[in-house]
């Protein structure tokens, strides 16, 4: 079956940078999307299509990919960027959607 | 404003069953594909199925084909989740999205509803 591998937790201090992968071999070949959940909430899109941002989401959220890892990466790390993402791609082997496990983010 | 509202969410007996509602508001219903995605408590996010615009193409998990039955009345603006013979690890929390045709995102979801599976 399709597995993306996400870390499970990463930790970053206020100000600095937050990367955060998801593993899958030959992932640079797909679109990968990204998605913020924070305790009690839906989750919300912040990284489509490798690269891109939705309307309303700060420029600090950033995406890439190469070879078998795509990566979100989040500058400036604040406070209020604390809680769990997910990386997400569509298997066109399958016909089905992924997620990766999740990645909880700790701001120290 | 686009928006999604889930419900038929309650507590079910094993082997029961449940129908789920999501109504959606603010954007051309019959132009999207949508999703139905579940979250179990302290779990990530588990995809179940998709529906196209028009119904004519749906894929399941393998967790829930032959279960759950995934509809949609592009006249009411609702999608719907059949669940029937539920198993306790069908708790969790039930959200609708709108996409999920191929390698599109997820970009607006419901608040969604709790289903609890229990004796």
């Known amino acids: 079956s399709y597995v993306l591998t996400q870390p499970p937790s990463v930790s970053v201090a206020p100000g600095q940078t937050a990367r955060i992968t998801c593993g899958r071999n030959?992932?640079?070949?797909?679109?990968v999307h990204w998605y913020q959940q924070k305790p009690g909430q839906a989750p919300v899109l912040v990284v489509y299509?490798?690269?891109d941002r939705p309307s309303g989401i700060p420029e600090r959220f950033s995406g890439s990919t190469s070879g078998n890892t795509a990566t979100l990466t989040i500058s400036r790390v604040e406070a209020g960027d604390e809680a769990d993402y997910y990386c997400?791609?569509?298997?066109?082997?399958?016909?089905?959607?992924?997620f990766g496990g999740g990645t909880k983010l700790t701001v120290l | 404003q686009v928006q999604l509202v889930e419900s038929g969410g309650g507590l079910v007996k094993p082997g029961g069953s449940l129908r789920l509602s999501c109504a959606a508001s603010?954007?051309?219903?019959?132009?999207?594909?949508m999703t139905w995605i579940r979250q179990a408590p302290g779990k990530g996010l588990e995809w179940l199925s998709y529906?196209?615009?028009?119904?004519?193409?749906?894929y399941y998990a393998d967790s829930v084909r032959g279960r759950f039955t995934i509809s949609r009345d592009n006249g009411k603006n609702s999608l719907y989740l059949q669940m029937n013979s539920l198993r306790a690890e069908d708790t969790a929390v039930y959200y609708c999205?709108?996409?999920?045709?191929?390698?599109?995102?997820?970009?607006?979801w419901g608040q969604g509803t709790l289903v609890t599976v229990s004796s």
């Open positions: 529906i196209s615009g028009r119904g004519s193409i749906i």
């Open positions: 997400q791609v569509w298997d066109s082997s399958s016909l089905r959607v992924v």
């Open positions: 999205a709108r996409g999920g045709s191929a390698y599109d995102m997820f970009d607006y």
């Open positions: 603010g954007f051309g219903f019959s132009d999207y594909y």
């Open positions: 299509d490798d690269n």
């Open positions: 030959n992932i640079g070949s797909k679109s």
